[in-house]
C-alpha cells in the first residue's frame, strides 16, 4: 500500500438494529479478516490509475452472508468520483468472503453481517 491509499478503519459489524459488534472477540476476528480481503482487493485496484483516484474518502457498505457472499453494495464518495466507485464495485464483486461464523451470527441475530468501512486517500 503506497501513502496515496489506505483503508482508513476497520470493519464495523452491526446487528439489524444497528448496534455495533466490535468488541465482541468472534466479530472482531471475522471483521478483521473481511477488512484484509477487502483491502487486497480494492487497494491494488486504486493504485492502478492514482491521479483519477485523487484526494477523496468513500464509504464502503454491504452485507455478507453465512457463505461469504457480498450483498446490497453501496458505495458513498465525499467528492463524485464514478471511476473510482466503479473500481470499487468491479473489485469488491470478485471477491468470496470466507463462510460468516455461526458465533457471529448469533451475536448479530441476523443470517448476514453489516460491514462499514472507510478507504481514504492522502
Known amino acids: ?8 478503519s476497520i470493519p464495523v459489524i452491526t446487528d439489524n438494529a ?9 466479530s472482531s476476528a471475522y471483521a478483521a479478516q473481511v477488512f484484509e480481503i477487502e ?3 480494492v487497494i ?3 493504485q492502478k490509475d492514482v491521479k483519477r483516484w485523487g484526494k477523496n474518502s468513500i464509504r464502503v457498505i454491504y452485507e455478507v452472508d453465512r ?10 464518495p465525499k467528492k463524485p468520483n464514478p471511476w473510482a466507485e466503479e473500481t470499487i464495485r468491479r473489485a469488491l464483486n470478485t471477491v468470496k468472503f470466507p ?7 448469533n451475536e448479530v441475530h441476523s443470517d448476514r ?4 468501512n472507510d478507504i481514504d486517500s492522502k
Open 1 to 8: 500500500m503506497t501513502p496515496q491509499q489506505e483503508v482508513s
Open 18 to 26: 444497528g448496534a455495533s459488534e466490535k468488541g465482541t472477540p468472534a
Open 39 to 41: 483491502q487486497r482487493a
Open 44 to 46: 491494488p485496484a486504486l
Open 67 to 76: 457463505s461469504g457472499q457480498i450483498h446490497n453494495l453501496r458505495i458513498f
Open 99 to 105: 463462510p460468516v461464523p455461526t458465533k457471529v451470527l
Open 113 to 116: 453481517v453489516h460491514i462499514e
